[in-house]
């Protein structure tokens, strides 16, 4: 079986174990990985009384998960020169034309700010959702106002409905025809998106899920709104396989790249433009398990889309819909192309949660690995030629190699100096397969290099902006192997955290600076975390009075292949006076994960 067949049989796993106890008649998910739908399954049933199983064919009404086909339909007529997101709304919406925010100073409200949920409009869920099928009339007086606003526009992030509502009537007038005929034209059918329509008679009945609620013991059938002034927010009735190509429209934005655009409805460069939060919605702290690191995740609004930022998972871009008798949810990560899709026929069904577990557990299962940050050929060459300088300094090819800032701030006769003295101490050194390369952005690179004696030299460097790019920062740090004194304080801290009542062993003799108390209160929450620990490299101190290791588990921290997006590194810190052989400095220190990148 392949990894990924395991993967996706634990996501079903997870799907049984969600779904106990839920009151929910029907529901439909489905895994796209390499921009293909490769795995579906439906529980339950699409209508009540029926045996009617959902299938990837199966269609539901997905709620505001419609906003992410709007905004895509606008930024449509953006590259054609329609319109500039940063045209006042009411340019193109003669209703608004007086539309104005809540107090004298409030800016001109833009296409911008409906598209990114910045326009201040009040947070109108459950409200919005009642008006889908509103008469366009109507919908006309409702915008001459007044309108209640939350914040003044532009300043933060407020989930508005309404505003979708106006970006469908501004996609009327800009291109002349009823919004769900210009969207069906510019989106929907170059996808090849046959299944997906904002019209119920449009769905065979036999693949319509009906929507429902589970009131007083028994469920009660939901009436579907027709289509009406506020279907640009949330009236698209669609499929688990024409969601697939919507996920894999946006993940094969990623990587940037040369080759040939195709005949997509729009450009690569306007689909990650709308995987871009306009700015930080909400941040949240989270701790599922005491036993478990705590969890950070950062969001706000792109073009239609949540983007959210965490701290194991990296980039993670989608959308919610909840609706009378329905919930949806869709969600990928852009480094690895992952994404999975859920639907369910029953009131606001808890669809995030499931697509999120199951999404989580594909991504921790690395079946499908997240794109590492690419190097850029220029830094590729310079680290090379680095490694030259390393065996052999060269006066000239450092004159080629450098910027102009590294001698101003480190004379190129001191970093000469250094390197001869770090070959002295460590002799010839290799490539460090021990510790993974990292690099910030494509013009910029750590990596190590190891003697053989279990000392090793970290390398560092950053390109400058210029062309050729040349190397305005060059670092490199020692760090000598410990000496046998302070890896035996090593040991036997692992040791100890490893046994049945972890602790720091009674027998070290700890300077007055350091808290046992604490420090044995440390060593249980890290062996609750990680244990069993092994004794990585050292990473820093000069071998003898200091030393600091990187910390190896299966549990936590990266393996040698640099697989770290769901762990920060835990590394070790001992400081010992070799004279008096107390302990000066004792620690165990959480550093940041690395998380993937955005798939660029």
């Known amino acids: ?272 433009e709308m995987q871009q939060a306009s700015g930080i919605g909400w941040s949240v702290l989270s701790q599922p398990k005491p036993d478990l690191e705590p969890e950070v995740e950062a969001g706000g609004y792109g073009l239609g889309l949540f983007v959210e930022e965490h701290s194991r998972w990296g980039r993670i871009v989608g959308h919610s819909g909840g609706y009378p008798g329905f919930g949806s949810n869709m969600r990928w990560q852009p480094a690895s192309g992952l994404g999975v899709i859920v639907l369910a026929n029953h009131r606001y069904a808890p669809s995030t949660g499931l697509a999120r577990d199951l999404l989580a557990s594909l991504i921790e299962s690395d079946a499908i690995p997240a794109r590492r940050i690419r190097p850029a050929a220029a830094l590729s060459i310079a680290r090379a030629e680095i490694d030259r300088l390393l065996v052999s300094w060269d006066d000239e090819l450092a004159g080629r190699l450098f910027a102009m800032n590294v001698e101003l701030d480190d004379p190129v006769a001191r970093r000469r100096d250094e390197i001869a003295r770090i070959r002295e101490l460590h002799g010839p050194l290799r490539s460090d397969s021990a510790m993974p390369e990292q690099s910030k952005t494509p013009l910029h690179a750590v990596w190590w290099l190891a003697d053989a004696q279990g000392g090793r030299v970290r390398v560092e460097i950053r390109l400058a902006p210029e062309s050729p790019a040349l190397v305005q920062t060059f670092g490199l740090a020692s760090v000598p192997a410990p000496d046998e004194a302070l890896a035996a304080v090593a040991v036997g801290v692992i040791t100890a955290i490893n046994g049945p009542r972890p602790a720091i062993p009674v027998s070290l003799v700890l300077g007055p600076d350091i808290d046992r108390v604490a420090i044995d209160r440390i060593a249980r929450i890290v062996a609750a975390r990680y244990a069993p620990l092994m004794l990585g490299p050292a990473v820093a101190g000069d071998g003898v009075t200091a030393a600091t290791w990187r910390l190896r588990s299966d549990r936590g921290s990266g393996d040698d292949r640099g697989n770290r997006g769901n762990r920060g590194e835990l590394e070790l810190a001992v400081g010992r006076d070799p004279g008096t052989a107390i302990i000066a400095t004792l620690a165990l220190v959480q550093q940041p994960p690395q998380t993937p990148s955005q798939g660029d």
Do not use: C
């Not at 929907?188 to 013991?217: F, I, K």
């Open 1 to 272: 079986m392949t990894v990924l067949a395991r993967a996706l049989r634990t996501a079903d796993g997870i799907a049984d174990a969600f779904l106990v106890g839920k009151h929910i008649p029907g529901i439909v998910y489905g895994v796209v990985a390499g921009g293909e739908l490769v795995h579906s399954r439906g529980v339950g049933t699409l209508r009540v009384g029926e045996q009617a199983v959902p299938d990837a064919d199966s269609v539901f009404r997905i709620a505001s998960m419609t906003k992410s086909f709007t905004a895509a339909t606008v930024i449509s007529l953006r590259d054609e020169g329609r319109l500039s997101l940063d045209d006042p709304i009411g340019r193109h919406v003669p209703e608004l034309a007086s539309f104005h925010g809540p107090t004298a100073d409030s800016p001109a409200i833009t296409v911008r700010h409906l598209l990114t949920m910045t326009s201040g409009l009040a947070t109108d869920d459950p409200w919005g959702d009642r008006q889908q099928g509103l008469d366009l009339a109507a919908f006309s007086a409702l915008l001459r106002g007044p309108l209640t606003f939350a914040w003044t526009p532009g300043t933060r992030f407020e989930y508005s409905n309404l505003g979708y509502g106006i970006l469908g009537r501004l996609v009327t007038n800009i291109a002349g025809a009823e919004y769900r005929e210009v969207v069906r034209e510019r989106i929907l059918r170059p996808l090849g998106m046959d299944s997906t329509t904002y019209l119920q008679a449009e769905v065979p009945e036999g693949r319509l899920a009906h929507g429902y609620l589970w009131r007083d013991e028994a469920f009660i059938e939901e009436p579907l709104d027709p289509y009406g002034a506020l279907a640009s927010m949330g009236g698209i009735f669609t499929s688990v396989r024409d969601l697939s190509r919507w996920v894999a429209f946006f993940t094969d934005a990623f990587p940037p790249r040369d080759d040939p655009e195709g005949s997509m409805p729009l450009s690569r460069a306007s689909r990650r």
